[in-house]
Nanobody
Framework: QVQLVESGGGLVQAGGSLRLSCAAA??????????MAWDRQAPGKQRELVAA???????NYADSVKGRFTISRDNVKNTVFLQMNSLKPEDTAVYYC???????????WGQGTQVTVSS
């Protein structure tokens, strides 16, 4: 059962923009999350953190996306967003959202959404 539902991936030309969304659904839709984040995994590479945001709004970005990507969240709707501008071919990857519950041991993950940037 998918509990973090992602949307917004797709194919875009270099220099373009995409906005990813990730919403908690089902039995975790009303759960309180501390940090919510986006990771990505490109073919043949390890999964890496792209951006993270705390419940209070503090953010952290990978050096490779600073100034181009913006993470935000809606605590009422339990949704996290990733606005991606000035996309580059090296941003091509499967993007995964994750959410760390305030109470409970397990981090929840989305199913992944493909982002492809053509040159």
């Amino acid at each position: 059962q998918v509990q973090l539902v992602e949307s917004g991936g797709g194919l875009v030309q270099a220099g373009g923009s995409l906005r990813l969304s990730c919403a908690a659904a089902g039995r975790i839709s009303t759960m309180t999350f501390t940090t919510m984040a986006w990771d990505r995994q490109a073919p043949g590479k390890q999964r890496e953190l792209v951006a993270a945001i705390t419940r209070g709004g503090s953010t952290n970005y990978a050096d490779s996306v600073k100034g181009r990507f913006t993470i935000s969240r809606d605590n009422v709707k339990n949704t996290v967003f990733l606005q991606m501008n000035s996309l580059k071919p090296e941003d091509t990857a499967v993007y995964y959202c994750n959410a760390d519950p305030a109470f409970g041991p397990s981090v929840y993950w989305g199913q992944g959404t493909q982002v492809t940037v053509s040159s």
